[in-house]
């Protein structure tokens, strides 16, 4: 028998009743369960009797052992009773006596409650997308550096050339002067064909510790194509105009996609703020282990770990503001994600199979592996999970339409 003795905002208080004869039955099993692993002496395992194993585990320990296994089997039927949606809960009292049932009162942290602002009446202050001559002059430069060729130069070396050299061991190799450290591109700026230099080796205090003998095989320079239209065919355009037309469409689309991307952006930013909802500390804590995971993440990727990180923001001074930063991003993303699961609840968007299966496309193509692997890897909550970010999805982008 479960009751809600009393309700505030997300914390709920529940009163669970387990009868007499549950009681005695969970704990016989128990006691099974545990005789069928505990080596008593003078029994094979498993033959002991009930009655030895109980006094030889002691009947305290085998009692809390009960509480707990009654509570795991009884807890969650006794929340589904109630329609409750926990994210975390803890025992605050417990009542177990001799030959009488077992009572325990939990509080519960309950999916919270949400409404959302009056957001049809929403400003968003994202200015249209422009493309000026000028971005398409420096997309044409781009494209120019990209289809540049290195070519040899019978001359000093200079900032953006590249080097190729070989040292006194014997090994050749190019350096690029632009990405070079600084003492190394100190030694070699203004050397050309055939000169030797003796390049700095330093420690990790940036002390010279030796020198190696260097000697410069050839130097080469980035040599852009013109612009013009023999360069325009090499890109598969008809003219140098047609290509001018299309990076200028190009453009337009990254700046449409952006300018989209910067309203939905606005738009949830906005929705999560005016959102009325208590949010449970539970979802909070588990918002913030997700963004360290990530980080820990980057950084091993970086060859650090995250308890050094933290450690050097200790040592800096820094490590409070870290938590507090890191506390305000936690609770955005929760917020932005009931938010979105609260929009779609208003809208209801229909997801029709043939938009469900370009969407599974799409996620397969980005995680790199077949449809029928992703639905394998995912399973069918993954699925459902996945399906509801595409509803949500789609009521956002209804809203965005509403607003015009």
Do not use: C
């Not at 009292?93 to 957001?119: I, M």
């Not at 781009?142 to 019978?154: F, K, N, S």
């Not at 952006?265 to 909802?277: C, I, N, P, S």
């Amino acid at each position: 028998v479960a009751e809600i003795l009393e309700r505030s905002g997300y914390l709920v208080k529940v009163r669970v009743e387990v009868p007499a004869d549950r009681v005695k039955a969970s704990y016989e099993a128990l006691l099974k369960d545990l005789a069928s692993r505990v080596r008593v002496p003078g029994f094979r395992p498993g033959k002991a009797p009930l009655k030895v194993v109980e006094a030889r585990l002691g009947r305290e320990a085998l009692l809390q052992d009960l509480k707990e296994r009654l509570v795991e089997e009884t807890y969650p039927e006794a929340v589904r009773e109630l329609g409750l949606s926990p994210v975390a809960a803890r025992v605050v009292e417990q009542d177990l006596s001799e030959g009488e049932g077992f009572r325990y009162v939990a509080e519960v942290e309950n999916y919270p409650e949400v409404r959302l602002p009056d957001w049809r009446s929403f400003a968003l202050e994202v200015s249209p997308p422009e493309v000026t001559e000028e971005m398409v002059e420096k997309a044409l430069e781009e494209l120019r550096q990209r289809y540049a060729e290195l070519v040899p130069v019978e001359r000093e070396a200079q900032e953006k050339d590249h080097l190729f050299v070989r040292t006194e061991e014997g090994a050749e190799f190019p350096i690029d002067l632009a990405k070079a450290l600084p003492h190394v591109r100190e030694a070699l700026l203004g050397k050309k064909a055939g000169d030797v230099v003796m390049v700095p080796v330093l420690n990790d205090k940036g002390e010279k510790v030796r020198e190696v003998r260097t000697e410069v095989l050839e130097v080469k320079t980035l040599k852009l194509p013109e612009l013009d239209e023999e360069f325009a065919k090499t890109l598969e355009a008809e003219s140098l105009e047609d290509l001018k037309n299309r990076v200028r469409e190009s453009l337009k689309r990254q700046a449409e996609r952006a300018y989209e991307e910067a309203r939905e952006r606005a738009f949830l930013e906005k929705l999560a703020e005016g959102l009325e909802v208590e949010i449970p500390p539970s979802m909070l804590r588990a918002e913030e282990r997700h963004l360290l995971e990530h980080l820990a993440e980057d950084l091993y990727r970086q060859g650090i770990s995250l308890e050094a990180y933290l450690e050097a923001l200790k040592e800096k001074g820094e490590l409070e503001k870290f938590q507090e930063d890191l506390r305000k991003e936690a609770e955005k993303r929760v917020r932005i994600a009931l938010a979105r699961e609260k929009l779609a609840e208003e809208l209801n968007p229909e997801v029709s199979e043939e938009e469900w299966q370009a969407y599974l496309q799409a996620a397969a193509r980005a995680y790199g592996v077949a449809v029928q692997d992703l639905r394998r890897q995912f399973g069918e909550e993954g699925l459902a999970r996945l399906k509801e970010r595409l509803r949500q999805d789609k009521a956002v982008q209804e809203a965005l339409k509403a607003l015009g």
